[in-house]
């Protein structure tokens, strides 16, 4: 049985898809003119994440090559977070993962710094690479990421025993990666999720953070809708512990609607 000191360090560790179906049977059996009705109110129905499209406006700069300027900075390549200039990020700036965020700038790079990942994985390189932009965002920039690391320095995580290096080489999978700019130039918001193929690399299909934790000898279950996981992650952001896996709802922008956080599944 867990101990909440379990817990608590389970989630200190962390930071590093019917109704369709039953939609289109409606469709088919419809009356054309119902359909017709249909088709023309989801056509005008607006998603939450449209406020990321800028009205319809068209970037004034060239999306790609910001984006390649961005993630050949050194410290994005090491995944050195404290080190990027400030200027590259809007003030409403948020991070989403899968079971990370929603998390503002300024918690994301604290916990960063608070894991140390650089003194444990320093020659860590972080390949991007297949950059597109999206057909129906022209702000938001779609690419690949490889993480390639070796296990050559202490891990030492808050709370926890430090854990010695092992050597060992970190193969992260393929796994996708976006990054939203605004009018300004600024990157607003930035995701990533799952392994392409969960059987490439030698992290057992994990990527990014919990990639190195796997290569470390720190196996954590990143899998969404993971109760246990999400309920150490709320503990540890009431216990307000230095490393976090979201922001408080007041420090969100306001154009962040979802209220499900960490590793809770959707809830729009």
């Known amino acids: 049985e867990r101990t909440m000191a379990e817990s608590v360090g389970v989630l200190l560790l962390l930071l590093s898809c019917g109704t369709a179906s039953a939609r289109v049977h409606a469709m088919r059996t419809a009356p054309r003119a119902v359909r017709s009705r249909v088709a023309m109110s989801v056509s005008s129905e607006s998603h939450w994440l449209d406020f990321l499209k800028f009205g319809g406006t068209t970037p004034t700069f060239d999306v790609v090559a910001k984006t390649q300027e961005y993630t050949a900075h050194p410290a994005w390549r090491a995944f050195r977070l404290k080190d990027l200039p400030q200027e590259y990020f809007s003030k409403d700036y948020i991070f989403r993962g899968p079971i990370v965020g929603p998390i503002t700038r300024a918690d994301l790079v604290k916990t960063n710094t608070v894991f140390g990942l650089d003194k444990a994985f320093p020659d860590l390189d972080i390949t991007p690479f297949g950059l597109c932009v999206d057909p129906e965002n022209p702000y ?24 010695p290096a092992t050597g060992k080489k970190s193969v992260s999978p ?19 999720t799952a392994a392409v193929d969960r059987w490439e690399g030698n992290t057992k299909g994990k990527v990014a953070v919990f990639g190195l934790l796997e290569t470390a000898g720190i196996p954590l279950d990143s899998n969404v809708g993971n109760t246990f996981i999400a309920l150490a992650q709320k503990f540890n952001r009431w216990t307000d512990s230095p490393a976090q896996a979201y922001s408080r709802k007041e420090d969100l922008p306001s154009w962040w609607k979802s209220n499900a956080v960490a590793g809770e599944v959707n809830d729009i």
Do not use: C, D, M
């Open 140 to 163: 938001r920039v779609l690419f690949f990421v490889r993480w390639k690391a070796t296990h050559t320095g202490p891990l030492a995580l808050p709370n926890l025993p430090t854990v």
């Open 174 to 192: 393929v796994f996708p990666f976006s990054v939203v700019w605004n009018p300004e130039g600024q990157i607003i918001y930035e995701t990533l």
